[in-house]
């Protein structure tokens, strides 16, 4: 099958690390994603407002803002398989602390704790995952090991809002916490991820690079994918946070963790079919037809009227997802030296994180509609898809092609065409 093939080309020390880092990323997104369509249903059960809701959730990014940066420092100095590690052991213990308290406002600081696991997790895994992709075949084994995130949302949810509605939410955060306990000890399994060995070559090549965050971060290689992530952070943020509420009304007879199973069967599909083209054709094309995925997905959203118009809604919002975030990691791969990539995926991602924060305690704070909440959100998506068709290369016309896939990268640092 050729997409086994580009894994029966790599060294078995490689694949095994990859194996066991799959299986440890698959238990992490399932302890994760299973409060997706129940914690906002928690949190308005203790008598949280829509406000209160908002803010809790988003309170889960003040985590991963304090420690993102700093995380990624310590993936490039020290190891990223340690800081895979910090995700699991903090994916492992928010849980009790769900458990725990019972009332909405300690909840904050519980929530914001939980974000360094997403934090962790996410700078060590794609980073490692890199350093151990031959550089051709980097976008294809980046889309079929990011399949960890829907393969993880097709279960996670789904088995949240069953273990919720049998047994209650103190069952649901023990198994969140079992779960997570496991892929901690999975990833001490790992036995690669100390930060690539520079030769000299390459230590040549990387003379001035040793850049501070603020000149990585106004790298406009760097800001517009950035940018670009933030916006979609923030549609992300309102989705998360208010679709299981709109459901939960009643109005048309769809679950929340239906519409994420959904979602993550179609983020599972594009994965697969996107990952090597990606590598063939340039990442401009699907990032582009991710956005406007998530555009539709929102727009279907905000004027669904039966369950026909909520799966399509899915589908789209999982196709966007599951082509958007694997081709951005690709191309700021692209765009970074080894030495630096742990910063650089820390800054990037932190747009998401940004916008995910923001995004519901903000909103939720009018006195608007769930519909308009989603109208809102898909012109996130509309802004996302004109920076950049207007600044993903270096000049406008140049910028226009490649985001349609007739010229390439203009920032790469490889030569993928």
């Not at 075949?137 to 829907?150: D, H």
């Not at 939960?248 to 679950?255: A, K, L, T, W």
């Not at 600044?391 to 790469?412: F, H, P, T, V, W």
Request: aromatic share 10%; charged share 15%; proline share 3%.
């Amino acid at each position: 099958m050729k997409v086994l093939k580009v894994f029966q080309d790599l060294d078995s020390k490689s694949l095994q690390n990859l194996l066991i880092l799959f299986a440890t990323g698959l238990l992490f997104w399932i302890s994760i994603t299973n409060l997706l369509p129940t914690l906002p249903a928690y949190i308005e059960d203790l008598g949280g407002s829509k406000q209160q809701i908002g803010l809790v959730m988003g309170s889960f990014a003040i985590g991963l803002l304090a420690s993102r940066v700093w995380l990624g420092k310590l993936a490039d100095q020290r190891s990223r398989k340690l800081v895979v590690i910090i995700g699991t052991i903090v994916a492992g213990i928010a849980p009790f602390g769900y458990l725990l308290i019972n009332s909405v406002y300690p909840l904050i600081s519980v929530r914001a704790f939980h974000g360094i696991a997403i934090a962790a997790f996410t700078t060590g895994y794609s980073a490692l995952v890199v350093d151990l992709s031959p550089i051709k075949q980097r976008g294809e084994i980046i889309g079929y090991m990011s399949l960890v995130v829907p393969v993880g949302m097709a279960i996670g949810p789904a088995l949240g809002s069953f273990i919720e509605e049998d047994l209650g939410y103190q069952a649901l955060f023990l198994f969140s916490a079992t779960v997570g306990i496991l892929s901690f000890i999975l990833a001490n399994c790992i036995t690669a991820g100390r930060p690539p060995v520079v030769n000299d070559q390459e230590k040549s090549q990387q003379q001035g690079i040793n850049r501070s965050l603020k000149a990585i971060l106004f790298d406009r290689a760097i800001l517009v994918p950035t940018l670009i992530l933030f916006l979609i952070g923030l549609l992300f943020g309102v989705l998360v946070t208010f679709l299981p509420l709109y459901l939960r009304q009643g109005e048309i007879d769809f679950s929340a963790g239906l519409f994420y199973t959904t979602a993550a069967i179609a983020s599972f599909t594009s994965r697969i079919l996107s990952g090597r083209a990606g590598d063939r054709f340039g990442r401009g094309i699907f990032i582009t037809f991710s956005i406007i995925c998530y555009g539709l997905s929102m727009l279907l959203l905000s004027i669904a009227k039966n369950p026909t118009m909520l799966m399509l809604s899915a589908i789209l919002e999982g196709a966007g997802g599951g082509i958007i975030i694997p081709m951005i990691l690709a191309l700021i791969s692209d765009r970074s030296y080894a030495s630096e990539r742990g910063r650089v995926f820390a800054i990037c991602t932190s747009g998401f994180d940004v916008g995910g924060a923001l995004a519901a305690p903000i909103l939720g704070a009018f006195a608007i509609e769930y519909q308009e909440l989603f109208m809102i959100a898909g012109s996130f998506a509309a802004i996302a898809l004109v920076i950049f068709l207007g600044y993903s290369n270096k000049e406008l016309i140049s910028s226009l092609r490649y985001a349609i896939g007739r010229e390439k990268d203009q920032y790469s640092l490889v030569d993928l065409r």
